[in-house]
């Protein structure tokens, strides 16, 4: 079972427009909500991760958004450029135990110039 | 990716053939993880390890097996390779379980 849910699984964007990707989880458990980059041929590599304890983290252009309540979390791109272009992944997992990350299931971005 | 190597990079197998994925580490972290990854799926886990001779099944685990004999290598092994085990495979470490994971730059294989 898909634990997390991603959408939209596809994105084309202008370039300085706003990217907006959104994921909602179901086990309350997860207490950790990293988000990864991936370009073709590569390895996901770790963007940005929030804890529920906060309901924003901004890191340069990047910015998560975190609602408990609602169980969702979403990544904005803010002045999307298209070395921005890639496979975005949400995951969660529960720190403890080993931290099994659980992914969603993906979004493509396309900036376009 | 800095400090963990997967090998092959690709692989092209018959059906019903055994095959043996390699991760290796020269970080010296705890955790080692093997994912596959599948259009419309995302990153699935197959299995993990939290340190040598200690490890687990993730959602995914049926028809694979592994092994970590030292901190450093993590084998993924296909018993018995399907056309449904066609797949991109990443291997990823981590220190403490609970922070971002470094992945390797992935196996692709093809069972034919």
């Known amino acids: 079972q898909q634990q997390v849910k991603q959408s939209p699984q596809s994105l084309i964007v202008q370039k300085g427009g706003i990217s907006i990707i959104n994921c909602a989880y179901e086990?309350?458990?997860?207490?950790?909500f990293p988000w990864y980059q991936q370009f073709p041929g590569k390895g996901p590599a770790l963007l940005i991760a929030?804890?529920?304890?906060?309901s924003e983290k901004k890191e340069g252009r990047f910015t998560i958004s975190f609602n408990k309540s609602a169980k969702q979390f979403s990544l904005h791109i803010m002045d999307s450029q298209p070395g921005d272009s890639a496979t975005y992944f949400c995951?969660?997992?529960?720190?403890?135990?080993?931290?099994?990350?659980?992914f969603g299931e993906g979004t493509q971005l396309t900036v376009n110039p | 990716d800095a400090g963990i190597t997967q090998s092959p990079r690709h692989k092209v197998t018959e059906t019903g053939t055994p095959v043996t994925l390699r991760c290796h580490q020269t970080?010296?972290?705890?955790?080692m993880y093997w994912y596959r990854q599948d259009p419309g799926h995302g990153l699935r886990l197959i299995h993990y390890?939290?340190?040598?001779?200690?490890?687990d099944k993730g959602e995914v685990s049926d028809g694979y097996s592994v092994s970590r004999s030292k901190t450093e290598d993590f084998l993924l092994t296909l018993e018995s390779a399907t056309s449904s085990q066609t797949s991109v495979y990443f291997c990823?470490?981590?220190?403490?379980?609970?922070?971002?994971?470094?992945f390797g730059s992935g196996t692709r294989l093809t069972v034919v």
């Open positions: 929030i804890r529920p304890d906060v």
């Open positions: 990823a470490i981590s220190e403490w379980g609970d922070y971002g994971y470094t």
């Open positions: 390890s939290y340190g040598v001779k200690d490890t």
């Open positions: 086990n309350t458990a997860f207490d950790y």
């Open positions: 995951a969660a997992s529960i720190r403890s135990g080993g931290s099994r990350l659980t």
């Open positions: 970080e010296n972290h705890r955790y």
